[in-house]
């Protein structure tokens, strides 16, 4: 990926321990949140570990973790935040996407640099 914002690693686990590469892709709301972010990672994450076979997931949607923590702009990193899968198709074309069209996968940071994330830094 050429460019990313920013990475995300998971201290917690979650097969999301390896840095992964983030691209914004736009800001979205949900039921009940206005401040969740879709993201492209890479490399993707292997579908097969959540039932998708061959099809691999290199959409996400992220929010913080900690209330008065914001990705609008992050202001202080990492940022802690809830990594959940999609289960639409085009979620870019949405405004919304409704609390059943997704699920949590776990915790993880965004890093603003690939260094901090295999580090871990906090």
């Not at 076979?53 to 940022?79: M, N, Q, Y």
């Not at 802690?80 to 919304?96: D, G, Y």
């Not at 996968?105 to 901090?116: D, V």
Request: net charge negative; aromatic share 10%; hydrophobic share 35%.
């Amino acid at each position: 990926m050429d460019n990313p914002d920013f990475y995300l690693a998971s201290s917690e686990g979650y097969h999301l321990e390896e840095p992964r590469s983030c691209k914004r892709i736009k800001r979205v709301r949900s039921d009940n949140r206005d401040d969740l972010l879709l993201v492209r990672v890479e490399p993707p994450l292997i579908g097969q570990i959540y039932g998708l076979g061959g099809s691999d997931i290199d959409t996400l949607l992220v929010a913080t973790r900690h209330k008065g923590d914001s990705l609008f702009p992050a202001k202080e990193w990492p940022v802690f935040v809830h990594v959940a899968r999609l289960f639409i198709e085009n979620p870019e074309e949405r405004e919304q996407i409704h609390d059943n069209e997704f699920e949590s996968i776990g915790w993880a940071e965004l890093y603003a640099t690939e260094e901090a994330a295999r580090a871990k830094e906090m």
